[in-house]
């Protein structure tokens, strides 16, 4: 079965210190996978793409099919950064997606 | 704000009670989706609609789950005899169909749902 697995629940950093949030996936085919975010109060909101390869943020995120990890980087991070991730894998029929657990981050001062 | 629009926001309801929640998807989106999520965990997926026909539905969604979307534009979601496990947040998105891969799924704030 399909499966998405955030291990850490918490992740408590200070500014400036890197932070990574782990995501281990479980896929018998050619995955695509995201990261969204929500901050409080708001709405989950796409992240980044592995597609795109791209930074968002100063996040950044590798998917290693050999691992079968796709874990989200920022070298510094900031106050602002504070909320839950979810890493989520999509199907390819249909659009759905499979969420993991989350991981909610605190950057304190 | 043109993103995904939900009603109630929050709704409490006795147990046995029925309710409905609706979903207004960005415009044009011909994809819509409904999620639920509980305390503690990520968003799981309950079903799935392409314009007016309903493609998908999870094992997650009942009998007394039904899900609908008859002009292929909003979607309401009905629970009937509510239960307290009910109680979640139910989070509808939507999505457009061209520029796969990469098609991104935008979600509403959600509706909090509280069976007591």
């Known amino acids: 079965a399909q499966r998405v697995t955030q291990p850490e629940k918490l992740l408590s950093v200070f500014k400036g210190a890197p932070v990574e949030l782990k995501c281990n996936y479980s896929?018998?085919?050619?995955?695509?996978l995201f990261w969204y975010v929500q901050y409080s109060r708001q709405r989950l909101q796409l992240l980044l793409r592995?597609?795109s390869r791209e930074s968002i943020k100063g996040f950044t995120a590798d998917l290693n099919k050999g691992e079968t990890s796709f874990h989200l980087k920022k070298p510094f991070a900031q106050e602002e950064d504070s909320a839950m991730y979810y890493c989520a894998l999509k199907w390819p029929a249909g659009n759905k997606l499979t969420f993991g657990g989350g991981t909610r981050v605190l950057v304190k001062p | 704000d043109t993103g995904v629009s939900q009603n109630p926001r929050h709704k409490i309801t006795k147990r046995g009670q029925n309710v409905t929640f609706r979903c207004d998807p960005i415009s044009e989106h011909n994809r819509l989706y409904w999620y639920r999520q509980t305390l503690g965990q990520g968003p799981e997926f309950l079903t799935y609609?392409?314009?007016?026909?309903?493609?998908?539905k999870s094992r997650l969604l009942s009998d007394r789950f039904s899900a609908e979307r008859p002009k292929g534009s909003f979607s309401t979601l009905e629970i009937q005899r509510t239960e307290q496990g009910d109680s979640a947040m139910y989070l509808c998105?939507?999505?457009?169909?061209?520029?796969?891969?990469?098609?991104?799924?935008?979600f509403g704030e959600g509706s909090w749902l509280t069976v007591v």
């Open positions: 998105a939507s999505s457009t169909r061209r520029g796969r891969p990469g098609n991104t799924i935008y």
């Open positions: 592995h597609i």
């Open positions: 896929y018998s085919g050619s995955p695509e």
């Open positions: 609609f392409q314009n007016e026909a309903q493609l998908e």
